[in-house]
């Protein structure tokens, strides 16, 4: 019997992975570096559907039914190549490669155009959920071929998450695309999970909310526009208490965000293709600064006002007004810079079709993303999410409750470096005129760099060390 796919690498996702697909009646060949885990996975699960286990990289690709299917699960970055290089040999034209790790779309760009010279698909998919996820259902982006796609899709569709029937999976584009867009959601995952701590910290802050009561909050906000799985596991978290202290978990847990890159490759790329993300580099950002301990140890005398509770019944209505304005912002930066990526890279991504597939599976599967997943369907190319009919009117009905809360966090000094960014960004688009017409005067007195007028074409700099009379450029 051969093996319909193959999994190398059996650390949590690949293993996972190798069973989801096994657990769809799949046979699925199974293979890692360290032997043990393959063996280790088989002991344990063997009886979950049917595993062929390899010890070597040719007992492996020998055992797949061509074209061969093999997903590869291994730590990003140099042991990718190092997997690639070691199975490439043993394959044949029309051979896929699927990696599943969270790889740079530029490398799987290079990966990709190296693979096709020799006849073999590389398909960079994107993988979102964790280790459950990969287990039960995750939501899945792959890139690549069509070709790949059509012999591919069908395996990945049925192992991924499914929400009203429609599985959150879908061919996202050619070469890199699945990687970036993957990329893209981690970095609104960033932005997210920073406006629910900003929230959680004017709501404790501010309103002198415990713990305890605050997950009721999320609870009660999770049944709501804001029903997603961040808000709900910070209701859990929130509630958790620490079993050594008897303290509520979060006043136990360091306060210290690590990251593992994604959210950072997201601004970085953002820079680049010149597209706006605050909302996401700001979370980037907080986490560095909550790292920056020797910094913040120095600083921690300095003076701010006095942090009286505000008495306000209406606040955390308020707070779940900013909050969900401040995401829609978060997902229209996010959005915009796919839509960018893609016209750069010539991709034609179906931006409603990633919010479709993000509806479940991914960390940040929400309620919500049916409302972008309307807006791309009414309009495909809307410039931006923020003009769509409903999230216009509710950031314009949320913006008296976002202005308050910013204001608030001002007036306490309560760092909301996210909320403070989603509402400039809000008001940058909808200004009659922005300040940049002064930067293009600094930038042509100091440097001669011209400047366009609003009532005449051409390009135009102005003589400010002689007259000032205006030349054309
Ligand atoms: P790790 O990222 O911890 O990688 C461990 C696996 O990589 C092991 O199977 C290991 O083999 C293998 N490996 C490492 N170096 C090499 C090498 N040079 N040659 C061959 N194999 C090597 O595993 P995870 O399961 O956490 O993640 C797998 C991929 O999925 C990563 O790219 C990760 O970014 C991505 N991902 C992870 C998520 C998560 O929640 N953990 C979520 C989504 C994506 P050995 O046993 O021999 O050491």
């Known amino acids: 019997e051969k093996a319909r796919i193959g999994v190398t690498g059996l650390a949590v996702m690949g293993r996972n992975l190798a069973r989801n697909l096994a657990r769809h009646g799949h046979p699925v060949a199974v293979h890692n570096r360290t032997a043990a885990r393959t063996r280790a996975l088989v002991d344990e699960f063997g009886d979950e559907g049917t595993f062929l286990p390899a010890e070597t990289a040719e007992r492996f690709a020998a055992s797949l039914e061509r ?56 398909v960079g998919a994107g993988i979102s959920g964790g280790e459950e996820g990969a287990l039960h259902g995750p939501s899945i982006m792959p890139g690549g071929s069509a070709e790949s796609y059509a012999a591919l899709g069908p395996l990945l569709e049925d192992i991924a998450a499914k929400v009203d029937g429609t599985p959150c999976c879908t061919h996202v584009g050619p070469d890199g695309a699945g990687h970036f867009v993957k990329m893209v959601h981690n970095g609104i995952e960033y932005a997210d999970m920073q406006l629910i701590a900003e929230s959680y910290d004017l709501l404790r802050h501010a309103a002198g909310l415990a713990p305890a009561e605050i997950a009721e909050v999320f609870r009660t906000w999770n049944t709501g526009r804001l029903g997603s799985y961040l808000i709900e596991i910070t209701a859990e978290v929130l509630a958790h208490t620490d079993a050594s202290t008897g303290r509520p978990f979060v006043d136990v847990v360091l306060d210290q965000a690590e990251q593992k890159g994604t959210g950072r490759w997201t601004v970085q ?39 009286a509770a505000i008495a306000d019944p209406g606040f955390a209505d308020a707070v779940e007004k900013a909050l969900y304005a401040s995401k829609i912002v978060a997902y229209a930066q996010g959005f915009h810079e796919i839509q960018a990526g893609s016209a750069e890279y010539g991709w034609n991504i179906d931006l409603g079709a990633m919010a479709t597939i993000w509806r479940g599976g991914c960390i940040i599967r929400a309620r919500f993303l049916d409302r972008i997943r309307a807006a791309y369907e009414a309009d495909p190319r809307t410039p931006t999410l923020l003009t769509d009919d409903h999230f216009a009117e509710a950031a314009g009905d949320a913006q008296d409750a976002w202005r308050e809360v910013v204001a608030t966090a001002a007036r306490l000094g309560i760092p909301a470096p996210g909320f403070s960014t989603a509402l400039a960004y809000y008001d940058s688009l909808r200004a009659d005129r922005l300040p940049a017409a002064l930067t293009q005067g600094q930038r042509d007195f100091f440097g001669a760099h011209t400047y366009r007028r609003v009532d005449r074409d051409g390009s135009f700099h102005t003589l400010w060390g002689a007259d000032r009379t205006e030349v054309t450029a």
Request: hydrophobic share 45%; glycine share 12%; proline share 8%.
């Open 67 to 122: 074209p061969r299917r093999l997903v590869i699960m291994v730590k990003a970055g140099g042991p990718t190549d190092a997997v690639i290089d070691e199975f490439a040999p043993l394959l044949e034209p029309g051979d896929m490669i699927v990696d599943g790790g969270n790889a740079n779309f530029v490398d799987t760009r290079r990966r990709e155009s190296a693979l096709r010279e020799r006849g073999i698909h590389f």
């Open 269 to 307: 790329t953002a820079l680049d293709l010149g597209v706006p993300v605050g909302g996401i580099a700001e979370a980037v950002f907080a986490r560095a600064v909550s790292g920056h301990a020797a910094l913040r140890e120095a600083a921690r005398g300095l003076p701010g006002p006095p942090r």
